[in-house]
């Protein structure tokens, strides 16, 4: 292997800031946990009903945690999908983190919650004003080109000098991915359109129909956008650069989208667990059935991400680089 004549500091912090992030994402969980226990137990007005948001944002660090831990781990073994995933990850957690932030602020300084869930808001709140630039900073050191050169030096200088006739197979993939993405988003969004009426947060009719609105309007917004991806990716076959930008661009929004109306779809089938008898009663589904339908179509929503996510990787790869540039 040749010397890499590229300094390895911007891939470095940019590791570095994404994994301390994820990390603090752990910080940020124990805070809304802590939260959540202290106002299902408390004596504020619905405590059950107030104590949703803390444990959904659990929810949201604990997995945002593993999400970044799984998109970092091809590092590793040294392989660049590790960069890539990681790098659109830490982005894409940006607004999820923002967000608790601001519910953190909103029990720090207001009186909607018990008194005693101020101290770990307050530690919350804290972590996330640490974290957003951390992530920020993570995902563009390990975009950027500074940050890519030294690791592709290394994949590139281990295999042979010159590119072998053809498209090379990360391109391949990367158009497979996305295919396999459009049909998982497609699934898993007409799944929630159809399920959340029927949830117990569809007990009410207009709330209902506004939740059928919201999972028809991410249809829109995943599935589409996914589709011109798509489009990009195959362009980049024929050695067309733009593609590749094309498919990036409309990569973005999806994977943000993906993950809201997989946290909608776990909180209507979660609420069933705590809703009134009122609201089980009116319910089509038993909260069991919903619980277990919501975790599904989150399964398969998250899976389109995945598939999005390695497309993305298999874009950027090296290798496949190299023929974009060369084409």
Do not use: N
């Not at 911007?10 to 939260?35: E, K, R, S």
């Not at 226990?37 to 659990?58: E, F, K, N, Q, Y």
């Not at 920020?136 to 390990?142: I, P």
């Not at 898993?188 to 359109?193: E, H, K, L, M, R």
Request: glycine share 12%; proline share 7%.
């Amino acid at each position: 292997m040749h010397p890499s004549p590229f300094s390895p500091w911007p891939f470095l912090i940019g590791v570095a800031a994404v994994v301390t992030g994820g990390l603090g994402l752990l910080l940020t969980a124990t805070a809304a946990a802590l939260v959540c226990v202290i106002t299902w137990t408390g004596h504020t007005t619905d405590p059950h009903g107030r104590a949703m948001m803390p444990a959904l944002l659990t929810v949201v660090s604990l997995l945002g945690f593993a999400a970044l831990l799984v998109a970092v781990a091809p590092l590793a073994r040294g392989l660049d999908r590790g960069r890539s995933a990681g790098a659109w990850m830490a982005g894409v957690l940006v607004p999820w983190v923002l967000f608790t932030g601001f519910f953190f602020a909103v029990v720090s300084f207001f009186d909607e919650f018990d008194e005693a869930a101020r101290k770990p808001a307050l530690l919350g709140f804290g972590s996330a004003v640490v974290l957003a630039p951390l992530l920020v900073t993570g995902a563009v050191l390990l975009g950027i080109r500074p940050g890519r050169r030294w690791l592709a030096h290394r994949i590139l200088s281990a295999g042979p000098a010159e590119a072998g006739p053809g498209v090379p197979e990360p391109l391949l993939r990367a158009r497979r991915r996305y295919s396999t993405a459009v049909l998982l988003s497609v699934i898993g969004t007409a799944g929630s359109i159809g399920f959340l009426p029927l949830s117990a947060l569809g007990d009410d009719p207009l709330l209902g129909a506004t939740l059928a609105i919201t999972a028809g309007a991410a249809l829109l917004l995943i599935v589409g956008p996914l589709i011109l991806a798509r489009a990009g990716a195959t362009r980049a076959l024929a050695g067309r650069a733009r593609g590749a930008t094309v498919a990036r661009f409309f990569s973005a929004g999806p994977l943000f989208f993906l993950q809201l109306v997989a946290l909608l779809v776990v909180l209507a089938g979660g609420v069933g667990l705590v809703a009134s008898e009122a609201q089980v009663a009116a319910a089509v589904l038993p909260p069991v059935p919903q619980l277990a339908i919501g975790i599904a179509l989150a399964a398969v929503l998250v899976a389109a991400e995945v598939f999005l996510l390695a497309g993305l990787a298999a874009l950027s790869d090296p290798h496949s680089d190299r023929h974009l540039a060369f084409s």
